[in-house]
């Protein structure tokens, strides 16, 4: 394709005018304009490709460029931000909280006797069954169960004197 600048603008200018007609918004005309020259050259590079109608094949590809538009437009979701959105994401006060939770149930730990704790965890964390806790620690089933039961109680009591809530 070979346009002369008078010729380029003024074939621009009628597209631009086409395609105005279909979309409002400028910068989304500009580019489906400069899309469909450049699909337009694209086309005529090809071997054996003669454009009766360059007018007439520069407004289908821009009428497809605009239904391709569209198209993917209505897929995207608009959300209008509002601080009625709430976050995701934990405030700074329920953050705080957090932490001095792990802070307390880390100390709980801590001065938990050792086959206790040792008890819990290989039940609660590791998720073993009784029997083959006691097993590995040399305890009757029973003893582990009473060890559970005194640290999940430990842990239960200084995260509600810690903060007041739990149980609520």
């Keep these: 394709m070979t346009f002369d600048s008078s010729e380029w603008n003024g074939r621009r200018s009628d597209l631009l005018r086409y ?5 409002g918004d400028v910068e989304i005309r500009e580019d489906i ?3 469909a020259f450049v699909r337009l050259l694209a086309y005529q590079a090809k071997p054996n490709i003669t454009v009766a109608n360059i ?3 520069l407004r289908r590809i821009s009428l497809d460029l605009i239904r391709d538009h569209f198209r993917h437009s209505s897929r995207i979701r608009n959300v209008e931000l509002t601080d009625d959105i709430p976050c995701e994401q934990p405030n700074i006060q329920q953050w705080l909280e957090q932490r001095q939770l792990i802070g307390i149930v880390a100390g709980v730990l801590k001065a938990m006797p050792r086959l206790r704790r040792e008890v819990f965890f290989r039940r609660r964390v590791e998720g073993q069954s ?3 806790v006691a097993e590995a620690l040399g305890i009757s089933p029973g003893a582990v169960d009473a060890h559970v039961a005194r640290a999940v109680l430990d842990l239960y009591m200084a995260t509600e004197k810690g903060n007041g809530r739990v149980g609520e």
Excluded: F, I, S
């Design 130 to 132: 009784a029997k083959d």
């Design 33 to 35: 304009v400069q899309e």
């Design 19 to 23: 395609v105005g007609r279909r979309l």
């Design 55 to 57: 007018p007439g094949l």
